[in-house]
């Protein structure tokens, strides 16, 4: 069974480290604030200019002028700070964050990412990506692992404009927790109830299968 929006960002914070500085791409990586462990600090980084940003607002808590860079409503937890953007793209391009979470349209097994334009759609844009993909040593992708038509996301090629070349490390889709090595997706997880062999039709680019491929625990 494919994983929903919240079982994605699950998964996506237990990537997170006991003192990691992290960004989190507008999206589904957005969602992963909530589902930090509490015994975990982690200092979560928007490019708008916020260091220390907390789960999403219950109602009585939403502030209007506390936003991400998604334009959302945000909390902020003990410690955090505020600083121009200009302060902010200092920190993602001298790489002082240690994980960066983004969303794409598409990733292929050389590692390249495309994530903000399809031509003759009204996309909202590069936002930070490609200073987060060029500052970065770790990023992972979260994304579908097909779109609605059921093509691959996962390609041998890029086909879209890219935002960065050779940066994409590890992608967690829906189906799937892949890492990219050597030019191949390396299938390290699958979602419960979804087979190897359902992933590997939805997967366009060259993909390694392990012997043993556990399921996704939460």
């Keep these: 069974m494919a994983l929903s929006r919240e079982q994605l960002a699950q998964r996506v914070a237990q ?22 462990p509490e015994d975990m600090q982690v200092m979560l980084q928007s490019e708008n200019g916020l260091l220390g940003m907390g789960p999403f607002p219950l109602e009585e808590e939403v502030d209007a002028d506390l936003i991400n860079a998604g334009k959302q409503t945000v909390t902020m937890v003990t410690g955090a700070s505020l600083f121009s953007s200009a302060e902010s793209f200092a920190m993602i391009r001298g790489g002082h964050v240690d994980l960066t979470v983004l969303g794409a349209f598409e990733v292929d097994c050389q590692g390249n990412i495309a994530s ?83 992933i590997a039709k939805l997967t366009a680019g060259e993909l390694v299968i392990p012997d043993n491929v556990p399921e996704m625990r939460f």
């Design 116 to 198: 903000y334009m399809i031509p003759g759609k009204l996309i909202k844009g590069m936002g930070g990506a490609m200073d987060l993909v060029a500052g970065a040593d770790n990023i992972i992708v979260t994304m579908t692992h097909a779109s609605k038509s059921g093509a691959s996301k996962l390609l041998a090629e890029c086909t879209l404009p890219l935002t960065g070349k050779g940066c994409i490390k590890r992608v967690l889709t829906d189906l799937a927790l892949m890492d990219i090595v050597e030019g191949k997706f390396v299938l390290r997880e699958r979602a419960r109830g979804v087979s190897v062999e359902e």
């Design 15 to 36: 990537e997170f480290h006991d003192g990691f500085y992290v960004n989190l791409g507008i999206g589904i990586p957005t969602l992963a604030a909530n589902y930090i």
